[in-house]
């Protein structure tokens, strides 16, 4: 057992009596050194740098991008190389990749490792059809030499560290991760990441955490679990009964980063209005510069209910903001319900690196000529 993920384990133990876990602890992927023992789940849709600055803030020790499609990245499609953009204040990230060849898997895994990520993260659990029948994603937990081959290309064509995330296995019940997770270690997977939910079971019924308990037992790197951490109470619980090195919290910092702060620090105070405003327009801001306003319009609108849902703004003020055309129509109808809010947004722009100075550039140069 490697000395960082035997310290977690004995650390887990020590705290199994008492089950209070400092979610504040550090802890390693190989040579990175991760702050936090709360990791923001990669979430196709959501996972923007704004989501991901924000979550560093309240919080989480390492954050991820969405899912980037290798053969987008291979075919130096715009959109695909903009997923690529790394913020001077996201890291430890993750960059996740999908796909089934091994070779254009550790040409995309170069590429990102070229625009900063300090991991590569494999994804193995994307139940999503148009993911799938391309061979890609949770389909490759039933091909354990294929998926092996790819991780080992990816381990081999980079220096950062090489993580995958994988579900439980393909059909309801299966305990493929258990025979897989193993091999990929094995291949040079340096963390795996567990959602121990199937294919099959997409986002219904519960993820079953003895599965990631079993998997802790079996192999020699950190693991992180994924599914259904939405409080520190639930956060504390799998990873004493686990021995996981981290939890992983996707849907419940949708619209939520105070849950972060809450699963982390145990702050539990619910935000003011001003607050929920001020983090939603500065949300709305980052997102328009990253994603021009056209984009960033149209994504935006699933994030007004989460943000201002919870009971925090009345039901018809969301339908209010998802008519609108603009953003700039948006920021104003929130400023006008929290005034307050402005004060709060200025506070925060002063105190976060802002514009194109969180923008590297990207390394388009190097691979430019295939
Ligand atoms: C909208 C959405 C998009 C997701 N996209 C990805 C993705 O791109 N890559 C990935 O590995 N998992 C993805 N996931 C799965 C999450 O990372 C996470 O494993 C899952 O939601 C369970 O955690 P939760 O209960 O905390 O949400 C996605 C989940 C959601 C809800």
């Given at each position: 057992?490697?000395?960082?993920?035997?310290?977690?384990?004995n650390?887990?133990?020590?705290?199994?009596?008492?089950?209070?876990?400092?979610?504040r602890?550090?802890?390693?992927?190989?040579?990175?050194?991760?702050?936090?023992?709360l990791?923001?789940?990669?979430?196709?849709?959501?996972?923007?740098?704004?989501?991901?600055?924000?979550?560093?803030?309240?919080?989480?020790?390492?954050?991820?991008?969405?899912?980037?499609?290798?053969?987008?990245?291979?075919?130096?499609?715009?959109?695909?190389?903009?997923?690529?953009?790394?913020?001077?204040?996201?890291?430890?990230?993750?960059?996740?990749i999908?796909?089934?060849?091994?070779?254009?898997?550790?040409?995309?895994a170069?590429?990102?490792?070229?625009?900063?990520?300090?991991?590569?993260?494999?994804?193995?659990?994307?139940?999503?059809?148009?993911?799938?029948?391309t061979?890609?994603?949770?389909?490759?937990?039933?091909?354990?030499?294929?998926?092996?081959?790819?991780?080992?290309?990816?381990?081999?064509?980079?220096?950062?560290?090489?993580?995958?995330?994988?579900?439980?296995?393909?059909?309801?019940?299966?305990?493929?991760?258990?025979?897989?997770?193993?091999?990929?270690?094995d291949?040079?997977?340096?963390?795996?990441?567990?959602?121990?939910?199937?294919?099959?079971?997409?986002?219904?019924?519960?993820?079953?955490?003895?599965?990631?308990?079993?998997?802790?037992?079996?192999?020699?790197?950190?693991?992180?679990?994924?599914?259904?951490?939405?409080?520190?109470?639930?956060?504390?619980?799998?990873?004493a009964?686990?021995?996981?090195?981290?939890?992983?919290?996707?849907?419940?910092?949708?619209?939520?980063?105070?849950?972060?702060?809450?699963?982390?620090?145990?702050?539990?105070?619910?935000?003011?209005?001003?607050?929920?405003?001020?983090?939603?327009?500065?949300?709305?801001?980052?997102?328009?510069?990253?994603?021009?306003?056209?984009?960033?319009?149209?994504?935006?609108?699933?994030?007004?209910?989460?943000?201002?849902?919870?009971?925090?703004?009345?039901?018809?003020?969301?339908?209010?903001?998802?008519?609108?055309?603009?953003?700039?129509?948006?920021?104003?109808?929130?400023?006008?319900?929290?005034?307050?809010?402005?004060?709060?947004?200025?506070?925060?722009?002063?105190?976060?690196?802002?514009?194109?100075?969180?923008?590297?550039?990207?390394?388009?140069?190097?691979?430019?000529?295939?």
């Amino acid at each position: 057992m490697v000395a960082a993920n035997r310290d977690v384990v004995n650390t887990c133990q020590y705290h199994r009596q008492t089950m209070k876990i400092d979610l504040r602890e550090s802890w390693f992927i190989r040579d990175v050194e991760i702050p936090t023992r709360l990791v923001l789940a990669p979430m196709a849709g959501v996972s923007v740098q704004a989501f991901r600055r924000q979550g560093r803030r309240f919080g989480a020790g390492l954050v991820c991008s969405e899912m980037v499609s290798c053969a987008g990245i291979e075919h130096r499609n715009e959109k695909t190389l903009g997923y690529l953009r790394v913020a001077s204040d996201e890291h430890p990230l993750a960059i996740q990749i999908f796909g089934s060849e091994p070779r254009t898997m550790a040409d995309a895994a170069r590429m990102v490792e070229a625009a900063g990520a300090d991991l590569v993260d494999i994804n193995f659990g994307c139940p999503v059809r148009k993911v799938t029948k391309t061979g890609a994603g949770a389909t490759l937990l039933d091909e354990p030499a294929r998926a092996a081959a790819i991780v080992e290309a990816v381990a081999n064509a980079v220096d950062v560290p090489v993580s995958v995330k994988m579900r439980r296995g393909l059909r309801d019940g299966s305990r493929t991760c258990l025979e897989v997770g193993p091999q990929l270690v094995d291949a040079g997977a340096a963390t795996l990441t567990l959602h121990p939910r199937s294919a099959q079971q997409m986002y219904t019924g519960t993820a079953d955490h003895s599965l990631t308990a079993e998997l802790v037992a079996l192999v020699d790197v950190p693991v992180i679990a994924s599914g259904d951490v939405t409080s520190r109470a639930k956060a504390q619980t799998v990873l004493a009964t686990t021995a996981a090195a981290a939890v992983m919290v996707g849907r419940g910092a949708q619209g939520n980063p105070w849950a972060l702060r809450e699963i982390v620090d145990g702050d539990d105070a619910e935000p003011t209005r001003e607050e929920v405003v001020a983090e939603l327009v500065l949300f709305i801001r980052e997102t328009v510069r990253e994603l021009g306003e056209r984009r960033a319009s149209g994504f935006l609108k699933k994030f007004y209910g989460w943000y201002l849902g919870r009971g925090r703004f009345p039901r018809p003020f969301k339908q209010e903001l998802v008519v609108l055309d603009t953003t700039d129509e948006v920021e104003r109808l929130l400023l006008a319900a929290a005034p307050g809010a402005l004060q709060l947004i200025e506070q925060l722009e002063a105190e976060l690196p802002g514009g194109d100075e969180v923008l590297l550039d990207l390394p388009i140069s190097i691979y430019g000529g295939g």
